[in-house]
């Protein structure tokens, strides 16, 4: 079983509408938590990381973190043609010696 | 700003052959170096986690036989594919982060990948 869980695999948007995409984690001992963007034929580039309970905003994109349920969400607002990409959700445990854990990935598609 | 570079971008070697790949840090200090290898389906798989003054962690079914790994400095690190074959196809991601040993939690930087094709 994937110890970050990413849902849905993939979602339209209009342009201009919300984006909501979810991730859950198994393993408690996952404190912390990113959000990647990978555009295709590029590298995951990070989006936003959010370590405490609570909305964290930046731009057009919040995070929700819920460290009792394990469930970390995004929220990407005004959506806009260059937001489609796949999204990561990845966790980590404390301690410097820990490497990412990465979801499987929600494909984004903003429709013009 | 934070970059990660890698080279080659594409690389195509023939069975059982091996081939070298390298990763730059710029403007950071890469303290901690991670190999991923993201399959085709997109999932990612950590291949190996390499912290300045500690020994280079793998990850289970990945070797130092198979992929060995060099973080000599802050700013480089090298990983070779041994004996390369197909399943070993994908795009290889280096991901590195500055900060020092202890509780940490900063961002891990990516490069753009080297995808590698077997023949």
């Known amino acids: 079983q994937q110890k970050v869980q990413q849902s849905p695999e993939s979602l339209s948007v209009p342009e201009g509408g919300m984006a909501s995409l979810n991730c859950t984690s198994s393993?408690?001992?996952?404190?912390y938590f990113w959000w990647y963007r990978q555009h295709s034929g590029e590298g995951p580039k990070a989006l936003m990381?959010?370590?405490?309970?609570g909305d964290k905003k930046e731009g057009r994109f919040t995070a929700h973190l819920n460290k009792a349920s394990l469930h970390v969400s995004l929220h990407i607002r005004d959506s806009q043609p260059s937001d489609s990409a796949l999204y990561f959700c990845?966790?980590?445990?404390?301690?410097?010696?820990?490497?990412?854990?990465f979801g499987s990935g929600t494909k984004v598609i903003v429709l013009p | 700003g934070a970059l990660v570079y890698q080279y080659p971008r594409r690389t195509i070697c023939k069975s059982g052959t091996s081939m070298r790949m390298e990763c730059q840090a710029v403007?950071?200090?890469?303290?901690?170096v991670a190999w991923y290898r993201q399959s085709p389906q997109k999932t990612f798989e950590l291949i190996a986690l390499?912290?300045?003054?500690?020994?280079?962690?793998?990850e289970q079914n990945f070797t130092q036989e198979k992929f060995p790994i060099s973080h000599p400095n802050l700013s480089f690190s090298s990983m070779t594919v041994l004996n390369a074959y197909l399943e070993d196809r994908g795009l290889y991601l280096c991901?590195?982060?500055?900060?020092?040993?202890?509780?940490?939690?900063?961002?891990?930087?990516f490069g753009a990948g080297t995808r590698l094709s077997v023949l």
């Open positions: 990845a966790a980590k445990q404390t301690g410097f010696a820990s490497a990412l854990t």
């Open positions: 393993d408690r001992n996952f404190q």
């Open positions: 990381s959010i370590f405490s309970d």
């Open positions: 403007g950071f200090q890469a303290t901690s």
């Open positions: 390499s912290t300045v003054n500690s020994a280079i962690k793998y």
């Open positions: 991901g590195a982060r500055e900060g020092v040993p202890g509780p940490s939690q900063n961002t891990l930087y």
